[in-house]
T-cell receptor
Framework: KAGVTQTPRYLIKTRGQQVTLSCSPI?????VSWYQQTPGQGLQFLFE???????NKGNFPGRFSGRQFSNSRSEMNVSTLELGDSALYLCASRRGSTLEQYFGPGTRLTVT | KNEVEQSPQNLTAQEGEFITINCSYSVGISALHWLQQHPGGGIVSLFMLSSGKKKHGRLIATINIQEKHSSLHITASHPRDSAVYICAVRSETSGSRLTFGEGTQLTVNP
């Protein structure tokens, strides 16, 4: 069974631009969570989607948004990028009936 | 004070040594996760616990709900165990949201 995939793996953007990251969960998994990892703040929860609905949201500004499609694939968008948005963005999927999460390899975003 | 505290932050061991990483948390939880992150960023879920003890190969994880404390043990450590180990909790009130510890950087020397 294929694991969680994320695209792109690496991305360089300029301040003020926007970016969209994609996450494809394991087949059969209906929940996708997004996390941000930075050297200063560590891992932080961004949001979770289940069956196309946002179920939970972390403490991030409205510039961070996401959505989930009917095939459970999810995207997150960051608008008006700031230098502090440079981070590893990880997504994780789970079946929905369990709490066990499976992480993707991450997208490393650099904002210059 | 962070909701999840790990110790030590850094740990260096010789191959073969028994290793313990500790995690304390301050909220009621529905589950605690131990994660492993290798250089490059990929995260692997090692254990999910809500009570007792779990074992997988050379790894053992325990949790004491009353004391709000969990430990991850590695027996007969090997250089390939070198990674960052992260404790994360799912609180009773936060639904699916995970709160993470700062991680423990483990280096096992041959």
């Amino acid at each position: 069974k294929a694991g969680v995939t994320q695209t792109p793996r690496y991305l360089i953007k300029t301040r003020g631009q926007q970016v969209t990251l994609s996450c494809s969960p394991i087949s059969g998994h209906r929940s996708v969570s997004w996390y941000q990892q930075t050297p200063g703040q560590g891992l932080q929860f961004l949001f979770e989607y289940f069956s196309e609905t946002q179920r939970n949201k972390g403490n991030f500004p409205g510039r961070f948004s996401g959505r989930q499609f009917s095939n459970s694939r999810s995207e997150m968008n960051v608008s008006t990028l700031e230098l502090g948005d440079s981070a590893l963005y990880l997504c994780a999927s789970r079946r929905g009936s369990t709490l066990e999460q499976y992480f993707g390899p991450g997208t490393r975003l650099t904002v210059t | 004070k962070n909701e999840v505290e790990q110790s030590p932050q850094n740990l260096t061991a010789q191959e073969g040594e028994f290793i313990t990483i500790n995690c304390s948390y301050s909220v009621g939880i529905s589950a605690l996760h131990w994660l492993q992150q290798h250089p490059g960023g990929g995260i692997v879920s090692l254990f999910m616990l809500s009570s007792g003890k779990k074992k997988h190969g050379r790894l053992i994880a325990t949790i004491n709900i009353q004391e709000k404390h969990s430990s991850l043990h590695i027996t007969a450590s090997h250089p390939r165990d070198s990674a960052v180990y992260i404790c994360a909790v799912r609180s009773e009130t936060s639904g699916s949201r995970l709160t993470f510890g700062e991680g423990t950087q483990l280096t096992v020397n041959p």
